[in-house]
């Protein structure tokens, strides 16, 4: 049975967003030093959450799983970052970051994709400055 919205409803929103990393410190410098993200004052033991201004929260954390088992994380999962001057903040990013795609016009606005250290694909959108 499929139940309609009204009005007056809104659907689930996404409140929390983790994904499991390799190396906690080496991806918790990358996050921090690379794409600007700062640690929330307080994370479990095994992961660290970002704080952020809006939206969902975000996180890293220590495998649940064996992450060796599967030829590239990630795969199917699309994770966006809102990037306000995406040519400056590429030029900033280079040699820190491996580029998977450069900068190109979509119907979302201009976005690039790069890679994490664990090899999961970031698209970067360019977003108007706050």
Same mark, same amino acid.
């Given at each position: 049975?499929?139940?309609?919205?009204? #009005?007056?409803?809104?659907?689930?929103?996404?409140?929390?967003?983790?994904?499991?990393?390799?190396?906690?410190?080496?991806?918790?410098?990358?996050?921090?030093?690379?794409?600007?993200?700062?640690?929330?004052?307080? #994370?479990?033991?095994?992961?660290?959450?970002?704080?952020?201004?809006?939206?969902?929260?975000?996180?890293?954390?220590?495998?649940?799983?064996?992450?060796?088992?599967?030829?590239?994380?990630?795969?199917?999962?699309?994770?966006?970052?809102?990037?306000?001057?995406?040519?400056?903040?590429?030029?900033?990013?280079?040699?820190?970051?491996?580029?998977?795609?450069?900068?190109?016009?979509?119907?979302?606005?201009?976005?690039?994709?790069?890679?994490?250290?664990?090899?999961?694909?970031?698209?970067?959108?360019?977003?108007?400055?706050?």
């Amino acid at each position: 049975m499929t139940t309609k919205l009204t #009005s007056m409803q809104t659907p689930t929103q996404l409140g929390f967003v983790s994904i499991q990393v390799s190396d906690l410190a080496v991806s918790r410098q990358f996050y921090t030093d690379v794409l600007g993200f700062q640690p929330a004052d307080q #994370s479990p033991p095994d992961a660290c959450i970002f704080a952020t201004q809006a939206g969902a929260l975000f996180a890293i954390r220590k495998p649940l799983v064996d992450l060796q088992l599967t030829p590239h994380l990630g795969w199917g999962v699309s994770l966006w970052f809102a990037i306000p001057q995406l040519d400056a903040f590429l030029q900033r990013i280079e040699g820190k970051a491996t580029l998977v795609r450069g900068q190109q016009p979509t119907p979302f606005g201009n976005t690039a994709i790069i890679a994490d250290p664990d090899g999961y694909w970031l698209t970067l959108q360019e977003s108007k400055a706050p």
